[in-house]
């Protein structure tokens, strides 16, 4: 089993930045890919990014393109999610996901964490 703990979330203004950092218990083959969703109230779970263990690949949802950076240290099984330029839209709780596929569909993620909430205020 797998463990993820997320971190850094919290209350921003429109316009200010925010880092979530996700840790890992352990490495395996099963967390190569990791990525975060995020879910607003009464909405679906949403892809955000996601990026993968061996090369770093990266890939973003277009809501958050140019915004958000998705970033990885294996060393530390950790990724983190760097987000600048924030609009009150991007208010939603963040959950850091972990799995063996680089999709963006959350019925591919195995390992979820328990979500950090972040708010952006106009």
């Known amino acids: 089993q797998v463990q993820l703990v997320e971190s850094g979330g919290g209350l921003v203004q429109a316009g200010g930045s925010l880092r979530l950092s996700c840790a890992a218990s352990?490495?395996?083959?099963?967390?190569?890919?990791m990525g975060w969703f995020r879910q607003a109230p009464g909405k679906e779970r949403e892809f955000v990014a996601r990026?993968?263990?061996?090369?770093?690949?990266?890939y973003y949802a277009d809501s958050v393109k140019g915004r958000f950076t998705i970033s990885r240290d294996n060393a530390k099984n950790t990724v983190y999610l760097q987000m600048n330029s924030l609009k009150p839209e991007d208010t939603a709780v963040y959950y850091c996901?972990?799995?063996?596929?680089?999709?963006?569909?959350?019925?591919?993620?195995?390992?979820w964490g328990q979500g950090t909430q972040v708010t952006v205020s106009s």
């Open positions: 996901a972990a799995g063996g596929r680089a999709t963006v569909y959350a019925y591919d993620y195995d390992y």
């Open positions: 352990r490495r395996t083959i099963g967390t190569d890919v």
């Open positions: 990026i993968t263990g061996s090369r770093g690949y990266t």
